[in-house]
């Protein structure tokens, strides 16, 4: 693929590895906060029978669904970005405060913080909309 032969796209789809890193973070933090609260038998067992988790637990794991909600739309943004030669300023800043957003929104979910965890999701979708935006520039 010539498009990839330069190092100008590095950028990006070192992001997108970073994204991915993220994704794989909250997957095995979730994963450990709710066998902490349903013990490590039940999750090595068929998890025939459902056991709940609440608290922390929980909101890591809606935090990783919330983060899965919006990842594949990040990756694709990106790749087009990459693929049609429109990366620059936009992606960059939109890929750093994407991925920044995502982050503190980590923390903020799990304590429960409400009015300024949604601030930080809206930043995220910000910094999507400016990768989408440098495709149409």
Same mark, same amino acid.
């Given at each position: 693929m &010539?498009?990839l #032969?330069g190092?100008q796209?590095?950028l &990006? +789809?070192?992001?997108?590895?970073?994204? *991915?890193?993220l994704g794989?973070?909250?997957?095995? +933090?979730?994963? *450990?906060?709710a %066998?902490g609260?349903?013990?490590y038998d039940?999750g090595?067992?068929? %998890?025939? &029978?459902?056991n709940?988790i609440?608290?922390?637990?929980?909101r890591?794991?809606?935090?990783?669904? #919330?983060?899965m &909600?919006?990842f594949?739309?990040?990756?694709?943004?990106?790749?087009?970005?990459?693929? +049609?030669d429109?990366?620059?300023t936009l992606t960059?800043?939109?890929?750093f405060?994407?991925l920044?957003?995502r982050? *503190?929104?980590i923390?903020l979910y799990a304590a429960g913080v409400?009015n300024?965890r949604?601030? *930080?999701?809206?930043?995220?979708?910000g910094?999507?909309?400016?990768i989408?935006a440098?495709?149409?520039?």
């Amino acid at each position: 693929m &010539e498009f990839l #032969n330069g190092s100008q796209h590095t950028l &990006e +789809l070192q992001m997108i590895g970073a994204a *991915v890193i993220l994704g794989i973070f909250q997957l095995l +933090l979730g994963a *450990v906060a709710a %066998r902490g609260q349903q013990g490590y038998d039940w999750g090595m067992g068929p %998890r025939d &029978e459902p056991n709940p988790i609440s608290g922390i637990p929980a909101r890591l794991q809606r935090a990783f669904y #919330n983060y899965m &909600e919006t990842f594949p739309m990040f990756v694709a943004a990106m790749l087009a970005a990459v693929m +049609l030669d429109k990366t620059g300023t936009l992606t960059e800043v939109g890929g750093f405060v994407y991925l920044g957003s995502r982050i *503190v929104f980590i923390p903020l979910y799990a304590a429960g913080v409400r009015n300024i965890r949604t601030i *930080v999701w809206v930043a995220a979708g910000g910094g999507l909309c400016s990768i989408c935006a440098a495709i149409f520039i």
